[in-house]
Nanobody
Framework: QVQLVESGGGLVQPGGSLRLSCAASGSIFSIGVMGWYRQGPGKQRELVATITNGGSPNYADSVKGRFTISRDNAKNTVHLQMNSLKPEDTAVYYC??????????????WGQGTQVTVSS
Protein backbone atom coordinates (compact mmCIF):
# COMPACT_ATOMS: atom_id res chain seq x y z
CA GLN A 1 0.00 0.00 0.00
CA VAL A 2 2.96 2.27 0.74
CA GLN A 3 6.11 1.71 -1.24
CA LEU A 4 9.50 2.94 -0.07
CA VAL A 5 12.44 3.23 -2.42
CA GLU A 6 15.87 3.71 -0.89
CA SER A 7 19.06 4.89 -2.50
CA GLY A 8 22.51 6.19 -1.64
CA GLY A 9 24.21 3.21 -0.02
CA GLY A 10 27.64 2.01 -0.97
CA LEU A 11 31.24 1.52 0.06
CA VAL A 12 33.08 4.35 1.75
CA GLN A 13 36.34 4.77 3.66
CA PRO A 14 36.39 5.62 7.36
CA GLY A 15 35.81 9.32 7.81
CA GLY A 16 33.87 9.56 4.59
CA SER A 17 30.28 10.54 3.94
CA LEU A 18 27.16 9.11 2.38
CA ARG A 19 23.66 10.45 1.89
CA LEU A 20 20.74 8.05 2.00
CA SER A 21 17.39 8.92 0.49
CA CYS A 22 13.97 7.33 0.75
CA ALA A 23 10.91 8.19 -1.32
CA ALA A 24 7.41 7.11 -0.32
CA SER A 25 4.63 6.50 -2.79
CA GLY A 26 1.19 4.90 -2.88
CA SER A 27 -1.20 5.51 -0.01
CA ILE A 28 0.94 8.25 1.49
CA PHE A 29 -1.75 10.19 3.28
CA SER A 30 -1.53 10.50 7.08
CA ILE A 31 2.19 9.74 7.16
CA GLY A 32 3.67 10.43 10.56
CA VAL A 33 7.14 9.74 11.89
CA MET A 34 9.78 8.72 9.36
CA GLY A 35 13.10 7.22 10.22
CA TRP A 36 16.11 5.08 9.53
CA TYR A 37 17.08 1.80 11.14
CA ARG A 38 20.06 -0.44 10.56
CA GLN A 39 21.05 -4.04 11.08
CA GLY A 40 24.65 -5.17 11.18
CA PRO A 41 25.79 -8.77 10.68
CA GLY A 42 24.58 -10.93 13.55
CA LYS A 43 22.90 -8.00 15.26
CA GLN A 44 19.37 -6.87 15.97
CA ARG A 45 17.84 -4.07 13.98
CA GLU A 46 18.40 -0.80 15.80
CA LEU A 47 17.16 2.74 15.59
CA VAL A 48 19.43 5.23 13.86
CA ALA A 49 17.28 8.33 13.65
CA THR A 50 13.68 9.46 13.42
CA ILE A 51 11.99 12.70 12.49
CA THR A 52 8.47 13.89 13.21
CA ASN A 53 6.07 15.62 10.84
CA GLY A 54 7.14 18.92 12.33
CA GLY A 55 10.82 18.20 11.78
CA SER A 56 11.89 17.26 15.30
CA PRO A 57 14.75 14.73 15.09
CA ASN A 58 15.88 11.99 17.41
CA TYR A 59 19.21 10.15 17.13
CA ALA A 60 20.85 7.11 18.56
CA ASP A 61 23.76 8.01 20.81
CA SER A 62 26.17 6.21 18.52
CA VAL A 63 25.45 8.53 15.59
CA LYS A 64 24.62 11.79 17.31
CA GLY A 65 26.73 14.63 16.00
CA ARG A 66 27.68 12.71 12.87
CA PHE A 67 24.35 11.96 11.18
CA THR A 68 21.58 14.34 10.21
CA ILE A 69 18.05 13.30 9.33
CA SER A 70 15.74 15.51 7.29
CA ARG A 71 12.44 15.25 5.45
CA ASP A 72 10.48 16.98 2.75
CA ASN A 73 6.77 16.54 3.38
CA ALA A 74 5.83 17.97 -0.01
CA LYS A 75 7.94 15.35 -1.77
CA ASN A 76 7.31 12.56 0.74
CA THR A 77 11.00 11.92 1.17
CA VAL A 78 13.36 11.40 4.08
CA HIS A 79 17.14 11.66 3.99
CA LEU A 80 20.04 10.67 6.17
CA GLN A 81 23.29 12.55 5.81
CA MET A 82 26.07 10.43 7.29
CA ASN A 83 29.41 12.08 8.01
CA SER A 84 32.56 10.87 9.76
CA LEU A 85 31.60 7.30 9.06
CA LYS A 86 33.13 4.52 11.12
CA PRO A 87 33.52 0.79 10.45
CA GLU A 88 30.94 0.21 13.18
CA ASP A 89 28.39 1.95 10.95
CA THR A 90 28.54 -0.93 8.48
CA ALA A 91 25.03 -2.34 8.17
CA VAL A 92 21.97 -2.63 6.02
CA TYR A 93 20.00 0.57 6.45
CA TYR A 94 16.21 0.50 6.28
CA CYS A 95 13.81 3.35 5.74
CA UNK A 96 10.72 3.33 7.94
CA UNK A 97 7.45 5.21 7.58
CA UNK A 98 4.57 5.15 10.04
CA UNK A 99 1.10 5.85 8.69
CA UNK A 100 -1.81 6.66 10.96
CA UNK A 101 -4.99 4.67 10.33
CA UNK A 102 -7.04 5.98 13.23
CA UNK A 103 -6.43 7.84 16.46
CA UNK A 104 -4.86 4.76 18.08
CA UNK A 105 -3.95 2.63 15.10
CA UNK A 106 -1.02 2.86 12.78
CA UNK A 107 0.96 0.78 10.33
CA UNK A 108 4.69 0.64 9.68
CA UNK A 109 6.22 0.34 6.23
CA TRP A 110 9.78 -0.62 5.46
CA GLY A 111 12.11 -0.17 2.56
CA GLN A 112 14.05 -3.00 1.01
CA GLY A 113 17.28 -1.94 2.69
CA THR A 114 20.47 -0.47 1.31
CA GLN A 115 23.96 -1.68 2.19
CA VAL A 116 26.43 0.72 3.77
CA THR A 117 29.98 -0.56 4.14
CA VAL A 118 32.68 1.48 5.85
CA SER A 119 36.10 -0.03 5.26
CA SER A 120 39.64 0.85 4.24
Amino acid sequence: QVQLVESGGGLVQPGGSLRLSCAASGSIFSIGVMGWYRQGPGKQRELVATITNGGSPNYADSVKGRFTISRDNAKNTVHLQMNSLKPEDTAVYYCNVRRSISQYQWRDYWGQGTQVTVSS
